[in-house]
């Protein structure tokens, strides 16, 4: 796998699609850890999301760090409390080496800005708040080898495709 | 499930994926109805699309309203007649007390303005206009309990778990 | 099939899901080829994408051509080098007449301007070059009449459904 592209490769088979409605006024990122605890997700993909959201947190990287792992230094955290549309929400879910799953999602909300439209996006954290209508749905995998483990570069968690 | 950020969960089985190519100068909502007319899609999540519009109608809420539900005055609906891409498309369908289908999708959709290029999102609602190479890919899902009800507070369709 | 809005629907069975994490420093659908080729995928629905970038071509129509096929001087192939995160991933894979797979993509990334973030998108061409944490997920699809061809109208090649 010397000239590969790919630090890994793996497939399986899909188990479930498993729906959530969320409530208005919670986090999206706790609403989606509370999905995955409540019905044992190991592994999955995050198909997509709809519905509004009242304030988002855009995390994006605006330069590259000497030395790994990436720092909050290195990220701009963009806060904007306003009316918004979730127009992608993207990721998957694998366990640490402890079992436990880690969720790596990012996803891009749509606004009004003056006359116009905005589309902004980023990594998911914690402090995206809910609005009306947000449903996520979610496909659970099973005998694919996908797991989460610290990188060797990035020295923070990342898919790792294998034991 | 009181102190849960849920409103519902559920859960069931992919039965099919369905592809459709949708013709060029059309409205895409309509088309999507007519494939999910067409296939009998009761249930399903939109999994994506791809290809070009020629008009778009991108609606987002710049307000919350006082009282729901949401009305046209809190909204606007932004009218785009040029050439784009269609970089997301996200939601769900599922059935009214009446059994026919309701989608709710969202949708993103790339631009060139000036010199650079922009993205803008929003609620699909009617007016967009296909240009070439749109398709679209729905999983259709059954033995899931995923319907469309007045919401309580909302006044208006949503996404429900259960009966 | 006079008034349809459809050029073509079909469907078919998800055989399995394939996820892959791609390497820093290389293009992105150079990997999504590999991956395509390395598994055999003949059809299937790119499910989403996460990670970061670090260079992203853009490409977008600025004007319908008078003639087809659409022509790089009817597009704007917007080239931005610096950390981006990859927020939308859809598209998918079909095979041309030979039997060779087609992928057809598009794709939106955010990124840090000033003080604020924004989105831009397109159609996936070669010079997407990833950083860290790039995932791809993809569902390999059976017994669906979905072909690459070249399309009447568009001269270039276009999803067909049928043979």
Do not use: C, W
Not at 92 to 103: E, F, L, N, Q, R
């Amino acid at each position: 796998m010397n000239n590969s592209l790919l630090d890994g490769i793996g497939s399986g088979q899909l188990k479930r699609i498993i729906v959530a409605k969320i409530k208005i006024n919670v986090d999206l990122l706790e609403a989606i850890e509370e999905i995955v605890k409540k019905e044992k997700i190991k592994r999955g993909i995050i198909l997509g999301g709809v519905g509004a959201l009242q304030k988002a947190i855009f995390r994006n990287m605006f330069e590259f760090p000497n030395t790994y792992p990436i720092r909050p230094e290195n990220r701009i955290y963009l806060e904007v409390e306003k009316p918004m549309e979730l127009v992608s929400l993207t990721g998957h879910i694998s366990p640490k080496k402890d079992g436990t799953p880690y969720i790596h999602a990012h996803f891009s909300a749509s606004m009004v800005e003056g006359k116009t439209v905005v589309t902004m996006g980023g990594h998911l954290i914690k402090g995206n708040i809910t609005h009306v209508r947000i449903a996520v749905a979610i496909a659970e995998l099973e005998n694919i080898p996908m797991n989460t483990r610290v990188g060797k570069l990035l020295k923070s968690y990342e898919m790792h495709i294998g034991t």
